[in-house]
């Protein structure tokens, strides 16, 4: 079992910047492929990101790529996603993902293949 906690959500101006953060429990947590996605209002959930369990392997969505950086600190137990040049359309509650591999980049950027799931935390990007 791992249990999930964002942090670093907020209000920000378009341009600016949010460092998000991840804390998992659990001895496992590096074994685990971290993901990153969010849902806007009367949207889907989307994926932003991952890392694979080494943080040798990084995956972006195309409209964050350049600007959103993911990684991980296995000995803290904890995945970060460093967003920088920040767009209105990036407005949305933002949730951390774990996942046991699966061995595909499909796995890695659909949201039904990960195990479990943080409470998430709201990104507001004004205009």
């Known amino acids: 079992q791992v249990q999930l906690v964002e942090s670093g959500g907020g209000l920000v101006q378009a341009g600016g910047s949010l460092k998000l953060s991840c804390a998992a429990s659990?001895?496992?947590?590096?074994?685990?492929?971290m993901g990153w996605f969010r849902q806007a209002p009367g949207k889907e959930r989307e994926f932003v990101a991952a890392i694979s369990w080494s943080g040798a392997s990084t995956y972006y969505a195309d409209s964050v790529k350049g600007r959103f950086t993911i990684s991980r600190d296995n000995a803290k137990n904890t995945v970060y996603l460093q967003m920088n040049s920040l767009k209105p359309e990036d407005t949305a509650v933002y949730y951390c993902a774990a996942q046991t591999p699966k061995g595909t980049v499909i796995a890695v950027i659909s949201p039904r293949h990960y195990d479990y799931w943080g409470q998430g935390t709201q990104v507001t990007v004004s205009s």
């Open positions: 659990g001895r496992t947590f590096s074994s685990y492929v």
